[in-house]
Protein backbone atom coordinates (compact mmCIF):
# COMPACT_ATOMS: atom_id res chain seq x y z
CA UNK A 1 0.00 0.00 0.00
CA UNK A 2 1.34 3.25 -0.70
CA UNK A 3 0.23 6.92 0.30
CA UNK A 4 -2.09 6.99 -2.98
CA UNK A 5 -3.40 3.93 -2.54
CA UNK A 6 -6.61 5.24 -2.31
CA UNK A 7 -8.48 7.37 -5.31
CA UNK A 8 -8.64 10.66 -4.19
CA UNK A 9 -11.08 11.51 -6.72
CA UNK A 10 -13.28 8.81 -5.99
CA UNK A 11 -17.01 10.08 -5.80
CA UNK A 12 -17.74 11.88 -2.38
CA UNK A 13 -14.24 12.99 -1.74
CA UNK A 14 -15.64 16.32 -1.28
CA UNK A 15 -17.69 15.37 1.90
CA UNK A 16 -15.09 12.87 2.99
CA UNK A 17 -13.78 13.77 6.36
CA UNK A 18 -16.79 16.76 7.09
CA UNK A 19 -18.91 16.91 10.14
CA UNK A 20 -22.32 15.70 9.32
CA UNK A 21 -25.39 17.96 9.98
CA UNK A 22 -28.04 16.01 12.02
CA UNK A 23 -31.48 17.20 12.53
CA UNK A 24 -32.06 18.94 16.05
CA UNK A 25 -35.61 19.68 17.78
CA UNK A 26 -36.16 22.58 19.14
CA UNK A 27 -36.68 22.71 22.76
CA UNK A 28 -36.78 25.86 25.32
CA UNK A 29 -33.07 26.18 26.92
CA UNK A 30 -31.52 24.16 23.97
CA UNK A 31 -28.08 26.11 23.83
CA UNK A 32 -27.40 26.69 20.47
CA UNK A 33 -24.38 28.32 18.43
CA UNK A 34 -24.50 30.56 15.16
CA UNK A 35 -21.10 30.03 13.65
CA UNK A 36 -21.54 32.22 10.98
CA UNK A 37 -22.15 35.36 13.51
CA UNK A 38 -20.23 33.54 16.61
CA UNK A 39 -23.72 34.08 19.04
CA UNK A 40 -24.21 31.27 21.49
CA UNK A 41 -27.47 31.46 23.13
CA UNK A 42 -30.32 29.48 24.94
CA UNK A 43 -33.89 28.93 23.28
CA UNK A 44 -36.42 31.14 24.53
CA UNK A 45 -39.34 30.54 21.99
CA UNK A 46 -39.86 30.05 18.01
CA UNK A 47 -42.33 31.35 16.01
CA UNK A 48 -43.07 32.37 12.45
CA UNK A 49 -39.87 30.57 11.11
CA UNK A 50 -37.54 32.09 13.97
CA UNK A 51 -35.54 31.06 16.42
CA UNK A 52 -35.45 33.61 19.41
CA UNK A 53 -31.90 32.84 21.15
CA UNK A 54 -30.81 34.75 24.65
CA UNK A 55 -27.03 34.45 25.56
CA UNK A 56 -25.34 34.79 28.99
CA UNK A 57 -25.93 38.12 29.25
CA UNK A 58 -29.23 38.76 28.64
CA UNK A 59 -29.36 39.49 24.86
CA UNK A 60 -31.77 38.11 22.34
CA UNK A 61 -31.30 37.63 18.93
CA UNK A 62 -33.58 35.20 16.33
CA UNK A 63 -32.63 33.67 13.29
CA UNK A 64 -34.37 32.01 10.64
CA UNK A 65 -35.23 28.00 11.60
CA UNK A 66 -33.16 25.74 9.92
CA UNK A 67 -29.67 24.16 9.00
CA UNK A 68 -26.21 26.33 9.54
CA UNK A 69 -26.50 26.03 13.68
CA UNK A 70 -24.29 23.79 15.80
CA UNK A 71 -24.97 21.68 19.29
CA UNK A 72 -22.56 20.79 21.29
CA UNK A 73 -19.73 21.21 19.17
CA UNK A 74 -21.79 19.21 16.22
CA UNK A 75 -23.72 21.18 13.57
CA UNK A 76 -27.42 20.45 13.50
CA UNK A 77 -30.21 22.08 11.57
CA UNK A 78 -32.94 22.71 13.61
CA UNK A 79 -36.50 21.57 13.43
CA UNK A 80 -39.47 22.53 15.16
CA UNK A 81 -41.21 20.04 17.17
CA UNK A 82 -43.90 17.98 15.54
CA UNK A 83 -47.79 18.01 16.54
CA UNK A 84 -48.30 14.95 18.86
CA UNK A 85 -50.13 12.22 16.33
CA UNK A 86 -52.97 11.58 19.37
CA UNK A 87 -54.34 13.56 21.86
CA UNK A 88 -52.89 13.59 25.29
CA UNK A 89 -55.04 11.43 27.76
CA UNK A 90 -53.49 13.24 30.98
CA UNK A 91 -51.85 15.90 32.20
CA UNK A 92 -48.43 17.05 33.24
CA UNK A 93 -49.51 16.00 36.76
CA UNK A 94 -50.67 12.82 35.83
CA UNK A 95 -54.52 13.37 36.07
CA UNK A 96 -56.99 12.31 33.47
CA UNK A 97 -57.88 15.18 31.29
CA UNK A 98 -61.48 16.52 31.66
CA UNK A 99 -63.43 17.39 29.10
CA UNK A 100 -63.73 20.43 27.63
CA UNK A 101 -66.10 23.16 29.68
CA UNK A 102 -66.64 26.48 29.19
CA UNK A 103 -63.99 29.18 31.27
CA UNK A 104 -64.28 28.98 34.77
CA UNK A 105 -65.07 32.09 36.98
CA UNK A 106 -61.80 32.04 39.91
CA UNK A 107 -63.27 30.47 42.94
CA UNK A 108 -62.45 31.85 45.90
CA UNK A 109 -60.35 29.35 47.95
CA UNK A 110 -56.74 30.36 46.89
CA UNK A 111 -52.78 28.20 46.73
CA UNK A 112 -50.32 31.02 47.73
CA UNK A 113 -46.73 30.32 47.29
CA UNK A 114 -43.54 31.92 48.62
CA UNK A 115 -41.95 32.98 45.09
CA UNK A 116 -42.10 33.30 41.46
CA UNK A 117 -39.83 29.68 40.78
CA UNK A 118 -42.66 27.58 43.29
CA UNK A 119 -45.63 29.30 41.04
CA UNK A 120 -44.00 28.53 37.71
CA UNK A 121 -43.45 25.52 38.34
CA UNK A 122 -46.92 24.59 39.97
CA UNK A 123 -48.29 25.73 36.78
CA UNK A 124 -46.21 23.59 34.27
CA UNK A 125 -47.16 20.46 36.17
CA UNK A 126 -50.73 21.34 37.66
CA UNK A 127 -51.70 24.15 35.36
CA UNK A 128 -54.24 22.69 33.39
CA UNK A 129 -55.91 20.95 36.86
CA UNK A 130 -55.84 24.16 38.57
CA UNK A 131 -57.81 26.02 35.62
CA UNK A 132 -60.30 23.17 35.48
CA UNK A 133 -60.99 23.52 39.53
CA UNK A 134 -60.91 27.18 39.03
CA UNK A 135 -57.98 27.61 41.53
CA UNK A 136 -55.97 30.54 41.82
CA UNK A 137 -52.26 29.88 42.46
CA UNK A 138 -50.49 33.67 43.97
CA UNK A 139 -46.89 33.86 44.65
CA UNK A 140 -46.13 35.29 48.45
CA UNK A 141 -42.51 37.47 47.85
CA UNK A 142 -41.81 36.02 50.47
CA UNK A 143 -43.66 34.27 54.28
CA UNK A 144 -42.27 36.78 56.77
CA UNK A 145 -45.72 38.69 57.12
CA UNK A 146 -47.35 35.35 56.28
CA UNK A 147 -49.55 35.86 59.73
CA UNK A 148 -50.98 39.31 58.51
CA UNK A 149 -51.67 38.18 55.08
CA UNK A 150 -54.00 35.48 56.25
CA UNK A 151 -55.81 37.85 58.70
CA UNK A 152 -56.49 40.14 55.66
CA UNK A 153 -57.73 37.14 53.46
CA UNK A 154 -60.19 35.63 56.00
CA UNK A 155 -60.44 32.11 55.21
CA UNK A 156 -63.62 30.05 55.97
CA UNK A 157 -65.59 26.84 54.82
CA UNK A 158 -66.04 28.08 51.92
CA UNK A 159 -62.78 30.39 51.13
CA UNK A 160 -60.03 28.15 52.14
CA UNK A 161 -56.45 28.38 51.69
CA UNK A 162 -53.76 26.85 50.93
CA UNK A 163 -49.79 27.44 51.31
CA UNK A 164 -46.55 25.80 50.22
CA UNK A 165 -43.77 26.94 52.79
CA UNK A 166 -40.09 25.53 51.90
CA UNK A 167 -37.46 24.66 54.20
CA UNK A 168 -40.33 23.61 56.72
CA UNK A 169 -37.76 22.02 59.78
CA UNK A 170 -37.82 22.41 63.13
CA UNK A 171 -36.23 25.49 64.42
CA UNK A 172 -36.59 27.42 61.59
CA UNK A 173 -38.08 30.89 60.71
CA UNK A 174 -40.57 29.19 58.42
CA UNK A 175 -41.64 26.62 60.89
CA UNK A 176 -42.19 29.36 63.69
CA UNK A 177 -44.22 31.70 61.22
CA UNK A 178 -46.56 28.74 60.41
CA UNK A 179 -47.16 27.32 63.74
CA UNK A 180 -48.10 31.01 64.58
CA UNK A 181 -50.48 30.62 62.32
CA UNK A 182 -51.83 26.96 62.56
CA UNK A 183 -52.57 28.08 66.40
CA UNK A 184 -54.54 31.69 65.06
CA UNK A 185 -58.22 31.72 64.74
CA UNK A 186 -58.17 30.70 60.96
CA UNK A 187 -56.15 27.69 61.95
CA UNK A 188 -59.77 25.20 60.48
CA UNK A 189 -59.62 26.78 57.20
CA UNK A 190 -55.81 26.68 56.34
CA UNK A 191 -53.95 24.14 55.15
CA UNK A 192 -49.98 25.05 55.19
CA UNK A 193 -47.38 22.79 54.07
CA UNK A 194 -43.98 22.01 52.18
CA UNK A 195 -41.00 20.19 51.65
CA UNK A 196 -37.70 20.28 53.64
CA UNK A 197 -35.98 21.74 50.95
CA UNK A 198 -33.98 24.87 51.34
CA UNK A 199 -35.13 26.04 47.76
CA UNK A 200 -37.85 24.97 45.69
CA UNK A 201 -35.35 24.30 43.23
CA UNK A 202 -34.91 21.23 44.91
CA UNK A 203 -38.27 20.09 43.88
CA UNK A 204 -36.76 19.27 40.62
CA UNK A 205 -35.20 15.84 40.63
CA UNK A 206 -30.95 15.89 39.83
CA UNK A 207 -31.50 13.47 37.44
CA UNK A 208 -34.05 15.39 35.64
CA UNK A 209 -30.88 17.37 34.60
CA UNK A 210 -28.67 14.41 34.14
CA UNK A 211 -27.07 15.16 37.45
CA UNK A 212 -26.83 12.02 40.46
CA UNK A 213 -27.52 14.89 43.20
CA UNK A 214 -27.71 18.64 43.47
CA UNK A 215 -23.75 20.33 44.52
CA UNK A 216 -23.07 20.70 47.74
CA UNK A 217 -23.47 24.21 48.64
CA UNK A 218 -20.07 25.83 51.39
CA UNK A 219 -22.17 27.38 54.75
CA UNK A 220 -22.46 31.36 54.39
CA UNK A 221 -23.21 31.22 50.67
CA UNK A 222 -26.42 31.73 49.21
CA UNK A 223 -27.80 28.48 47.73
CA UNK A 224 -29.18 29.68 44.18
CA UNK A 225 -25.81 30.88 43.54
CA UNK A 226 -23.84 28.08 45.63
CA UNK A 227 -25.68 25.95 43.00
CA UNK A 228 -25.27 27.62 40.21
CA UNK A 229 -21.08 27.58 40.86
CA UNK A 230 -21.00 24.35 41.71
CA UNK A 231 -22.95 23.38 38.06
CA UNK A 232 -20.47 25.81 36.58
CA UNK A 233 -23.15 28.29 35.66
CA UNK A 234 -23.19 31.97 35.82
CA UNK A 235 -23.95 33.28 39.10
CA UNK A 236 -23.18 36.80 39.83
CA UNK A 237 -26.49 38.74 38.63
CA UNK A 238 -29.97 38.03 39.23
CA UNK A 239 -30.33 37.46 35.33
CA UNK A 240 -27.56 34.54 35.61
CA UNK A 241 -29.78 33.09 37.93
CA UNK A 242 -33.38 33.45 36.66
CA UNK A 243 -31.85 32.22 33.25
CA UNK A 244 -30.43 29.37 35.63
CA UNK A 245 -34.08 28.90 36.73
CA UNK A 246 -35.05 28.68 33.13
CA UNK A 247 -32.74 26.13 31.92
CA UNK A 248 -33.68 24.10 35.49
CA UNK A 249 -37.69 24.58 34.48
CA UNK A 250 -37.02 23.42 30.94
CA UNK A 251 -36.07 19.92 32.00
CA UNK A 252 -39.61 19.26 33.75
CA UNK A 253 -42.00 17.49 31.39
CA UNK A 254 -43.88 16.09 33.88
CA UNK A 255 -44.71 15.22 37.78
CA UNK A 256 -42.09 12.57 37.03
CA UNK A 257 -39.23 14.64 36.99
CA UNK A 258 -40.44 15.87 40.37
CA UNK A 259 -39.50 14.70 44.01
CA UNK A 260 -41.85 12.46 45.31
CA UNK A 261 -42.54 14.62 48.71
CA UNK A 262 -43.39 18.02 46.80
CA UNK A 263 -45.78 15.97 44.72
CA UNK A 264 -46.92 14.96 47.89
CA UNK A 265 -47.60 18.10 49.27
CA UNK A 266 -48.58 19.44 46.11
CA UNK A 267 -51.70 17.23 45.90
CA UNK A 268 -52.25 17.80 49.56
CA UNK A 269 -53.06 21.23 48.89
CA UNK A 270 -55.49 21.37 45.48
CA UNK A 271 -57.38 18.40 47.64
CA UNK A 272 -57.55 20.37 50.19
CA UNK A 273 -59.12 23.58 48.22
CA UNK A 274 -60.84 22.29 45.73
CA UNK A 275 -64.36 23.01 45.60
CA UNK A 276 -67.11 20.50 46.20
CA UNK A 277 -69.26 21.00 42.83
CA UNK A 278 -67.29 21.39 39.88
CA UNK A 279 -70.27 21.45 37.37
Given at each position: ???????????????AGK???????????????????????????????????????????????????????????????????????HTL?????????????????????????????????????????????????????????????????????????????????????????????????VLI???????????????????????????????????????????????????????????????????????????????????????
Amino acid sequence: MTRYSSDVLAPGWRKAGKPVTTPQTLEVGLVVEDPTSGFVGAVTRWENGLVVLEDRKGKLKSFPIGPGFWVDGKPVELKVPGRASSAPTHTLSGSRIAPTTQPKTAHESRIWVEGIHDAELIEKVWGDDLRYLGIVVEPLGGIDHLAERVEQFAPDATRLLGVLVDHLIQGTKETRIVTGVMKGQYADSVLITGPRYVDIWQAVRPSSLGLQAWPEVPRGTEWKQGICAGLGWPHRTSEDLARAWRKILAHVKSWEDLDRPFVTEVERLIDFVQPDDLD
